[in-house]
Nanobody, 115 residues
């Protein structure tokens, strides 16, 4: 499985961005996909994810502002980010997890929110 993120960039406070994560390879083995982020000096943290069975989980810090969605036909997961704040500045990573417990990470896409 390979995952590739896109859509990062520079945005002003209060702005919006949509990230995309395209999966390829053995996509039928994917059990869950989602987004994580890592700000400078911080550990990588969960942002939003589709869990087993298609349920969604969000970090408290993004609830009501970010929305995860997917297009199964395109094997792509999206992260719509609204009302961005400087605290959302980070490298955003996509992760796919298979039914066998293997995890595949993308290289990340940088989101910078300027004030």
């Amino acid at each position: 499985v390979q995952v590739v993120e896109s859509g990062g960039g520079l945005v002003q406070v209060g702005g919006t961005l949509r990230l995309s994560c395209a999966a390829s390879g053995s996509v039928v083995s994917i059990d869950s996909m989602g987004w994580y982020r890592q700000a400078p000096g911080n550990q990588r943290e969960l942002v939003a994810i589709f869990t087993t069975g298609g349920m969604t989980t969000y970090a408290d810090s993004v609830k009501g502002r970010f929305t995860i969605s997917r297009d199964n036909a395109k094997n792509t997961v999206y992260l719509q980010m609204n009302s961005l704040t400087p605290e959302d500045t980070a490298v955003y990573y996509c992760k796919a997890r298979t039914y066998y417990g293997m995890e595949y990470w993308g290289k990340g896409t940088l989101v910078t929110v300027s004030s």
